[in-house]
């Protein structure tokens, strides 16, 4: 690849978003990946360290069941199930999933291909812990607000969500990723889904770069 072209993962969102498919560009990344002609720019050997910290800090009940949205080749997965969370980690991308699967062949996560544009009904209230690290950024501004909605779906009564992303200082133009601004973190928040609290937190990886973690809290019973 030449310097005049772009990364795969814009070329191929350019052509998933002309053709008016919001996600269809993370299929055919991973499938490049898998054959060697591209990289996943997301992927790491490491699980996402804002996550490892929230959860070392924030440990979480027995019989917990938790969701990882989006997740790629599993790190983060594999992390939440060694905690002894019952996890359930999807991704659109059936590459993705079968390289998880490959990847941790004796996981105890299960893995399956869903869209968080269209989650299963069984999903509906069904996990106490779910964890959104870095997906909705990679989804363009005009699916954001459905998803943000498919994800307040997925918690069960007295759940915790928990918010990995990007900061934008202001909304974003181009992308992916199309990372988010305080407001798209604070648009999370409904009667039934009460903000617990928001940190920007230092990136450990990019030095001088932070990102938001935020956490919410479905009571076990809405306010009106």
Do not use: K
């Amino acid at each position: 690849m030449n310097d005049a072209q772009p990364p795969a993962d814009r070329r191929l969102a350019a052509q998933a978003l002309a053709a008016d498919d919001p996600t269809g560009w993370f299929e055919p990344l991973y499938a490049e990946a898998a054959a060697g002609t591209s990289m996943v720019p997301w992927d790491r050997d490491e699980p996402n360290p804002l996550l490892v910290d929230w959860l070392h800090a924030t440990p979480q009940p027995p019989g917990t069941r938790g969701l990882v949205l989006g997740c790629g080749y599993g790190t983060d997965a594999e992390f939440v199930a060694a905690q002894g969370i019952r996890t359930t980690a999807f991704d659109i991308s059936p590459t993705a999933i079968r390289g998880a699967r490959a990847r941790f062949p004796r996981s105890p996560v299960t893995y399956t291909v869903a869209d968080l544009l269209n989650p299963p009904e069984s999903w509906q209230h069904a996990f106490d812990l779910v964890v959104e690290s870095i997906t909705v950024q990679s989804l363009p501004p005009a699916v954001r607000d459905a998803a943000i909605a498919n994800i307040r779906i997925l918690l069960a009564p007295n759940a915790t969500l928990l918010v990995i992303a990007d900061i934008a200082p202001a909304p974003a133009t181009s992308g992916p990723p199309w990372p988010l601004t305080r407001a798209d973190i604070d648009s999370f928040t409904t009667p039934a889904l009460t903000q617990i609290r928001v940190e920007t937190v230092p990136r450990p990886d990019v030095p001088d770069r932070h990102r938001w973690r935020a956490e919410f809290h479905r009571p076990a019973q809405p306010n009106p």
